[in-house]
Structure formats: structure tokens, C-alpha cells
């Protein structure tokens, strides 16, 4: 049987000497061990840490670059100004965040059974989908595909039904439609709720989830993730390690 070539060849770990640290580590490791594909350890003393992790990506040397969650505003912290939102700001590789308390844990069953990808029919969305798709596929999970729908302020509600002969299908139909196209193997199953995004995307990561994949906002020619959007927030609060994928140039 032929190799498979890693998802992720080149795992960059941003590390300090902390509990935060040691979660980044210890999932870079488990990464590396799975998927294949080199690691390479980053202390940085002097300068940016964002920076000079961001500078990998830019050269082609970082295709996954892996981070503690913490609300301390230094190397692997996920608070605003810090080295996470940085990353999750410019970094043009994907980004993955361990969950506080992750070295901790029990990973003697550690392995993909459940991904789970935020869905808004958006370009960053579909990206963030298709690479959870990727994963499950290689390492044998099922796909929880969730789609949560914002209730509409009063103000818009009028204009949204003046516009919805032009909207085309609406958001649960997109959400159906997306998850009718993957593979029958990835077990597939579309999550439609309302309300609050990050509250949602939280509740349903707490029910069995191993990992948990958003997509990134990119405006003009540098990749961004909108300051306050719900990627930067549910890094910071989620139970899993959490995957943010670049959108597509």
C-alpha cells in the first residue's frame, strides 16, 4: 500500500515554558505523529513572536503552525494585541489552537472520530470544509457539518424579506446541499441551529467533538481574520483543539 503523504509536512510550535506551552507542544507532537510530516520547535527571545512564526508561513517553512490557548498577552495567548491574534490576523498557513488543559488530558484513545466545521456558505466556510473533509477522510472520522443562523435585527428584517426573491436558497438549504456533496463514507451530518454563534459552536464542540475547523476572513491581498469575528473568539473558550483555515486567495 502506497505512503500517504502528510496533510501538514512542515508543524511549526510556537513554545514557552508554560502550562500553555506544554498543551501546544504535546498537540503539535500528537500531529506529527498521526498525520507524518517534520516538527520544529520556536523559542523566541528577541523581536515579534507573531512576526517571526508568521515569517515561516511567508517562506513556505510552516504549514501548520500550533499555539496554547491562554488570556495572558504573550507567545501562544489568544487575548487581543497577543501573539494568536496576530497569527490568526496575517498568517497565510493554517493555525491550530490546543485548548487549555490539553497536556493534561487523557490521549490513550487520542484520535480523529469527530471533526466539526463552523458553515456560513461563505468562501472561508466552504475552505474550512473542505479541509475538514480532508481529515476525516484520512483518519477514519465522521463530519459534523454546523450552520448556525443569526436572528436579524429588527431594522433589517423588512430589507431581507424585500431582498429574499433575489437571495437565492436560504442558509439551511446551502447547509444541506454542502453536506449532500461530500463523500457517504465521512458520515456526514448537517447541524442547523440559531442564535448566538460562538455560544453554539461551543455548546455543540462539548458533545463528542475532537476537532473543531473555522475558516478565515481574508480582505484584499493579506490573509485577515475579522478583529472580534468568531473564529478569535471561540479559540479562546473551546474544549477541543480548534483548526483556523486560510480562505483561498
Do not use: W
Not at 500553555?20 to 507524518?36: F, S, T
Not at 496576530?86 to 469527530?114: F, N, T
Amino acid at each position: 500500500m502506497p505512503e500517504v503523504a502528510p496533510l501538514y509536512p512542515k508543524v511549526v510550535v510556537g513554545y514557552v515554558e508554560t502550562d500553555r506551552g506544554e498543551d501546544a507542544r504535546l498537540l503539535a507532537e500528537r500531529i506529527v505523529e498521526r498525520d507524518g510530516g517534520e516538527l520544529r520547535v520556536i523559542h523566541v527571545e528577541k523581536g515579534s513572536p507573531a512576526d517571526a512564526l508568521q515569517a515561516l508561513a511567508e517562506k513556505g517553512e510552516a504549514d501548520l503552525i500550533v499555539l496554547g490557548s491562554t488570556h495572558h498577552g504573550h507567545l501562544g495567548s489568544v487575548s487581543p494585541g497577543s501573539v494568536a491574534e496576530h497569527l490568526l490576523h496575517g498568517a497565510k498557513c493554517r493555525l491550530v489552537i490546543a485548548p487549555k488543559g490539553y497536556a493534561e488530558s487523557d490521549h490513550s484513545q487520542d484520535r480523529l472520530r469527530v471533526a466539526a466545521v463552523g458553515f456560513n456558505g461563505m468562501a472561508e466556510s466552504r475552505a474550512a470544509l473542505d479541509e475538514a473533509a480532508r481529515l476525516a477522510s484520512k483518519f477514519g472520522g465522521s463530519l459534523r457539518v454546523i450552520g448556525v443562523a443569526t436572528p436579524i435585527p429588527g431594522m433589517a428584517v423588512a430589507a431581507a424579506a424585500q431582498a429574499g426573491a433575489e437571495a437565492g436558497p436560504d442558509f439551511q438549504t446551502q447547509l444541506n446541499e454542502a453536506v449532500a456533496e461530500l463523500p457517504s463514507e465521512l458520515r456526514a451530518q448537517p447541524v442547523f441551529e440559531r442564535g448566538d454563534p460562538v455560544e453554539k459552536l461551543l455548546e455543540d464542540a462539548e458533545v463528542g467533538v475532537d476537532l473543531l475547523v473555522l475558516g478565515s476572513r481574508g480582505f484584499g491581498p493579506v490573509m485577515r481574520l475579522l478583529v472580534g469575528s468568531v473564529s478569535s473568539r471561540v479559540i479562546r473558550e473551546a474544549p477541543c483543539p480548534v483548526l483556523v483555515v486560510p480562505r483561498p486567495a
